[in-house]
T-cell receptor
């Protein structure tokens, strides 16, 4: 079984809809991250969390919110989706400062 | 802010040959980590290799090795004996270490698409 899972794997929605992307991990890591991937731009950090009570904005947080429901779960929400939020979204986890980040399989989101 | 540049959008190599992917970065930090990630068509992000900036020795991982030139801020990836399964997007990434255990943020380059030809 995968250590980091994301649901759904693919989603098509319409402008203005609220969308939630979910991430779960069985690695026991405290740190979790949400990234967005656009063609030619690599991955960019949206939000990150170092534990259940600690959530921080990343490089491109506008239009997104997150919830850390438990050590193993970290959700990303788009309150009112817009077409330029069409992208591949990745969740990642890590153990501690300086450690490698391990990625989930990604969610492809299309906003029409 | 840190920037990571991969100047080769696409590359190709014959099976069994060697290829080098380039990466440069811009930072004023002295303590950081560098990574290469592979993204095959399955879109999964897979760690290839990792380098700590304080280590002078270049990291190696089986057929994968790096040439880390700290003064030049260069971090190239060499793939030896290329295999068809190496076909993927390759991303170089920089991790700045914040003080007081505040975080470990990854900044990615734009990627290099590598095609291994039979």
């Amino acid at each position: 079984d995968a250590d980091v899972t994301q649901t759904p794997r693919n989603r098509i929605t319409k402008t203005g809809k609220r969308i939630m992307l979910e991430c779960s991990q069985t690695k026991g890591h405290d740190r979790m991250y949400w990234y967005r991937q656009d063609p030619g731009l690599g991955l960019r950090l949206i939000y990150y969390s170092f534990d259940v009570k600690d959530i921080n904005k990343g490089e491109i947080s506008d239009g997104y919110s997150v919830s850390r429901q438990a050590q193993a779960k970290f959700s990303l929400s788009l309150e009112s989706a817009i077409p330029n939020q069409t992208a591949l979204y990745f969740c990642a986890t890590s153990v501690e400062r300086g450690s490698t980040q391990y990625f989930g399989p990604g969610t492809r989101l299309t906003v029409l | 802010a840190q920037t990571v540049t991969q100047s080769q959008p696409e590359m190709s190599v014959q099976e069994a040959e060697t290829v080098t992917l380039s990466c440069t970065y811009d930072t004023s930090e002295n303590n950081y980590y560098l990574f290469w990630y592979k993204q095959p068509p399955s879109r999964q992000m897979i760690l290839v290799i990792r380098q700590e900036a304080y280590k002078q020795q270049n990291a190696t991982e089986n057929r994968f090795s790096v040439n880390f030139q700290k003064a030049a801020k260069s971090f190239s990836l060499k793939i030896s004996d290329s295999q068809l399964g190496d076909t993927a997007m390759y991303f170089c990434a920089f991790m700045k270490l914040f003080p007081n255990n505040a975080g470990n943020m990854l900044t990615f380059g734009g990627g290099t698409r590598l095609m291994v030809k039979p």
